[in-house]
C-alpha cells in the first residue's frame, strides 16, 4: 500500500485504493455485524439468557435481520426538527468513525496510511463526533436528546483531555507518532509494563469516549429513556450505531497497537504465527472486556463523571508523563 | 395539579449577557425508571431540579368504590392487583380485617401457611426492588439475577395456589389451598439457596464504589420530616426509628419467631438499600423457623359462617408490608357487604415526600430516589 502511495497517480492506483477501500469497509462491517451478535450472546450468557438464536443458525443471521429491518423502516423526521442538521448529524457522527481507521497497521503487512503523526490523526479526527453528537441533540427538538447531547458532548471534551495525556507518555518513549513504529518499539516489552498508570488511565478515558457502560450517560435509558438519539429511527439510527461500534473497533485496535505490541507475538518464538492472527486476539479481549463491563457495572452521575475525569485522571496522566520524562531523559544520559 | 410550575423563571446574566431558561420537562407516563405509570413534570435547570410534581392517577380502578358492590370473599381478587408484587399481604390485610370484626379463630395451619406465604412474598418484592433499583442506576445484570430467584418463589405460588402474582390465595377464615406434599421442602430447599445467593449479591453490587457513590447522601431526610409525611417500613426505618408491626404489634403468628427489625440512621438511598437486603435476610430468618415448625396436620379453614356477615360497626387494621404500614378499614353495617372500605396503601403515602426529596436534586438523582422509595403503581392509584 505504501509503494501505491508513492506512485504517480493513475488509474490504477485509484482503483487499487477504491478496492482496498471497500475491503475495509467490508471488513468492518462485519466485524460489527458480528460484534453486535456476540455481545448480544454473552451478554445473555452472563445474564441467565440465550440471547440470539432464531434468525439462521445459532442467530448467526440477527444483525442482518435488523439492519434489514432498520433500512426498510420509514425514514422519520420530527416536524420541528431542524431539518438540515438533523440529517447531517448521523454523518459527521459516522464519517470520522471510518476515516480513523486509515492509519490503523493491523499487521505488517496491512495497513493502509502510513502517516507520521497517525495517533495525533486518530484523536484529532475522533473529536469531530462529538459534533454530530450535539447536533443530533439539538436538532432533534427534544428535550431528552438535548440533556443526552449535551452531557455527551461535556463528557467527551473532558475525557478526551486525559486520553490525550496519558498517551504522551508512550510518544516519549518511542520518540514518534507514527503507529507503526510504536509497535516496532514493542518488540522486547510492551508498553503496558513501562507504561501501566498510562493504560490505566486510557483504558477508562477510552470506555468515557465510547460512551459506554460506567459511562454511558448520554443514553441513560433509565433517565433520559435514550439520550441524543431518541427521534432518530431507521438508517439514521442505524448510522449512530455503527458510529458506536465502528469506534469501539478503532479504540480495540488502538490500544492493541499502543499497549499491546499489535501484531508482535507474545513471544519470538511464537513468530510463526502469523501477525494478523496476534492482533485478531488481543483485540478480541479488549471489545470482550468491553461486553463484560457492561453486563457488570452501573452508571456514573453526571456530576462524579467530570470531578474523575478532571480531579482524578487527568493529573494521573500529568504524573506519569512527568514520570516517563524523568526516566526517559535519565536513559538518555541527561542527569 | 400546582399551575405555578408551569411558569418558567427567564434570566439574563448581567455579566455575559446570556440569556438562561428553566426547562419543563415531562417525565412519564410512559418512561422507563417510573416503575409503571407515574408521570412527573419537572422544572430544571441545567440538570438541577428546581420543582417537582407527581401527577397519578393513570392506574386508578376505583377498587375502594368498587368493593362497596361486592361480598367480602369477592374483594380478595381486587387486593391482588393493588400491590401486584405482593399480593398476598393485600390479601392478608382485608382478610384481617374482616377477621377482626368478626373475631374468628384461624387454625394453626393456616396461620402458618400464611405467614410462610408472606415472607416469601415479602423476599420476592425486595428482590423485585433490587433488580429494578439497580437497573434506574444503571446495571442490567442484577435484574435478571433477581428475577431468576424471583421465579423460584412464583414457582412456589403457583404450587401453592395456582397463580404466580395474583393469588387470591386468602380467604376470611383461613386459606383457600393446602400446602401440597412436598411444598415445605421446597420452601425450605429455596431459604437455604437464597442465603446463599444473597452473598452473591452483595458481591456484585453492595461493594461496588460506582454504586455507593451514586447513592450516599442522596435522597436524605431526618425522623420528623419522616413522621410529618407519615412515612412507614423502610422509608421510616432509615432514619432511625425501630418500628416494624411484625415486631411492635404482632398479628398473624410474628410473635413467635425471633427477627431483628434492621434500621440504619443516615436516611439516605444507601440506608434504604442496606435495610432492604436485610429485611430479606430477616425474611428468610422468619421462614426457617416457621418451615421448622410447620404443623404436620390440621385444617386450613376455619369455621366460618357461610355468608360473611361482619357485626355493624368500623374497624381499621394495619400490618407490615414489605413497602411499609398497609392498612385496611372497613365500615360495616352488618350486611354482606362493607358499607365503606378504604386501604391505607404505604406506596402512596410514602411517594408524596417525592417532590420534597427531588428539589435541587441533579436529574441522575431522580431516578435513584424514586426507586428507593419503591412504589408499585398498582397501589399508588389503587
Known amino acids: 500500500m505504501n509503494t501505491l502511495l508513492q506512485q504517480a497517480p493513475s488509474w490504477g492506483t485509484t482503483l487499487w485504493f477504491i478496492v482496498a477501500a471497500v475491503l475495509l469497509l467490508a471488513v468492518v ?211 449512530f450505531m455503527l458510529a458506536e461500534y465502528v469506534y469501539m473497533f478503532g479504540m480495540g485496535a488502538l490500544i492493541t497497537i499502543l499497549f499491546f505490541g499489535g501484531w508482535l507475538p507474545i513471544h519470538p518464538s511464537l513468530d510463526f504465527i502469523p501477525g494478523i492472527v496476534w492482533f485478531i486476539l488481543k483485540f478480541s479481549i479488549y471489545v470482550f472486556l468491553q461486553f463484560w463491563i457492561r453486563a457488570t457495572m452501573p452508571r456514573l452521575r453526571v456530576d462524579q463523571l467530570m470531578s474523575f475525569a478532571w480531579k482524578v485522571l487527568l493529573p494521573v496522566a500529568l504524573f506519569n508523563i512527568l514520570l516517563t520524562a524523568v526516566v526517559v531523559s535519565y536513559q538518555n544520559g541527561m542527569f | 395539579m400546582n399551575h405555578n410550575i408551569l411558569t418558567t423563571h427567564v434570566d439574563t446574566s448581567s455579566e455575559t449577557g446570556l440569556r438562561t431558561e428553566e426547562m419543563l420537562l415531562n417525565v412519564g407516563p410512559q418512561h422507563p425508571s417510573t416503575h409503571g405509570v407515574f408521570r412527573l413534570v419537572v422544572k430544571i435547570d441545567g440538570e438541577t431540579i428546581k420543582e417537582a410534581i407527581p401527577v397519578m392517577g393513570y392506574l386508578h380502578r376505583g377498587t375502594e368504590k368498587l368493593a362497596e358492590n361486592l361480598t367480602y370473599t369477592q374483594i380478595i381478587p381486587y387486593t391482588d392487583r393493588m400491590d401486584y408484587v405482593s399480593a398476598m399481604t393485600n390479601n392478608y390485610v382485608l382478610c384481617h ?22 415472607e416469601l412474598n415479602r423476599v420476592a418484592s425486595h428482590l423485585v426492588w433490587w433488580g429494578t433499583f439497580l437497573l434506574d442506576i444503571g446495571a442490567m445484570g442484577p435484574f435478571l439475577y433477581a428475577f431468576r430467584d424471583r421465579e423460584t418463589i412464583l414457582d412456589l405460588f403457583n404450587e401453592l395456589c395456582g397463580a404466580r402474582m395474583t393469588f387470591n390465595y386468602m380467604r376470611v377464615g383461613g386459606v383457600k389451598w393446602d400446602a401440597p406434599p412436598g ?21 456484585l453490587v453492595t461493594g461496588n464504589e460506582i454504586f ?73 430468618r422468619i421462614l426457617e423457623q416457621a418451615l421448622e415448625q410447620f404443623p404436620s396436620e390440621g385444617e386450613v379453614m376455619g369455621k366460618v359462617p357461610r355468608v360473611i356477615r361482619p357485626p355493624a360497626g368500623e374497624t381499621y387494621v394495619r400490618i407490615e408490608s414489605p413497602r411499609g404500614e398497609i392498612g385496611c378499614y372497613i365500615a360495616s353495617q352488618g350486611k354482606d357487604k362493607p358499607w365503606r372500605l378504604k386501604f391505607r396503601r404505604p406506596s402512596f403515602t410514602n411517594l408524596q415526600i417525592l417532590p420534597k426529596l427531588l428539589q435541587g436534586e441533579n436529574l441522575s438523582n431522580m431516578v435513584a430516589i424514586l426507586g428507593s422509595i419503591d412504589i408499585v403503581l398498582g397501589e399508588v392509584d389503587c
Open chain 1, 29 to 239: 462491517l462485519g466485524f460489527v455485524t458480528y460484534a453486535i451478535y456476540f455481545e448480544r450472546k454473552v451478554i445473555g450468557w452472563m445474564q441467565l439468557r440465550i440471547g440470539p438464536n432464531r434468525v439462521g443458525p445459532l442467530g448467526l443471521l440477527q444483525t442482518v435481520a435488523d439492519v434489514a429491518k432498520l433500512l426498510l423502516k420509514e425514514d422519520i423526521r420530527p416536524q420541528h426538527a431542524d431539518k438540515a442538521l438533523f440529517t447531517l448529524a448521523p454523518i459527521l457522527a459516522y464519517a470520522p468513525a471510518f476515516a480513523v481507521l486509515a492509519v490503523m497497521p493491523f499487521s505488517d503487512s496491512i495497513r493502509f496510511a502510513d502517516l507520521g503523526i497517525g495517533l495525533l490523526y486518530y484523536i484529532a479526527l475522533s473529536g469531530i463526533t462529538v459534533l454530530g453528537v450535539i447536533t443530533a441533540g439539538w436538532a432533534s427538538n427534544n428535550k431528552y436528546s438535548l440533556i443526552g447531547g449535551l452531557r455527551s458532548a461535556a463528557q467527551m471534551i473532558s475525557y478526551e483531555v486525559p486520553l490525550v495525556m496519558s498517551v504522551v507518555g508512550i510518544v516519549l518513549l518511542t520518540g514518534s507518532m507514527n503507529l507503526k513504529d510504536i509497535v516496532e518499539a514493542q518488540r522486547d516489552v510492551w508498553n503496558i509494563v513501562p507504561q501501566f498508570i498510562g493504560f490505566a488511565v486510557f483504558i477508562i478515558a477510552a470506555q468515557a469516549e465510547l460512551n459506554r457502560t460506567p459511562f454511558d450517560l448520554p443514553e441513560a435509558e433509565s433517565e433520559l429513556v435514550g439520550g441524543y438519539h431518541v427521534e432518530y429511527s431507521g438508517f439514521r439510527f442505524a448510522m
Open chain 2, 97 to 118: 380485617a374482616v377477621e377482626t370484626m368478626m373475631g374468628l379463630e384461624i387454625p394453626e395451619r393456616a396461620q402458618f401457611l400464611r405467614l410462610i406465604a408472606m
Open chain 2, 183 to 203: 411444598w415445605i421442602d421446597k420452601a425450605k430447599e429455596f431459604v437455604q439457596y437464597m442465603k446463599k445467593e444473597l452473598n452473591n449479591y452483595h458481591q
Open chain 2, 212 to 284: 455507593i457513590n451514586r447513592l450516599i447522601g442522596i435522597g436524605k431526610f431526618d425522623t420528623k420530616t419522616a413522621l410529618d409525611y407519615s412515612l412507614s417500613g423502610v422509608m421510616l426505618r432509615s432514619t432511625g426509628v425501630k418500628w416494624d408491626l411484625r415486631k411492635d404489634e404482632p398479628y398473624c403468628i410474628y410473635d413467635r419467631f425471633e427477627f431483628d427489625v434492621p434500621t440504619a440512621t443516615e436516611g439516605d438511598c444507601m440506608a434504604r438499600y442496606h435495610l432492604r437486603m436485610a429485611e430479606i435476610e430477616q425474611s428468610l
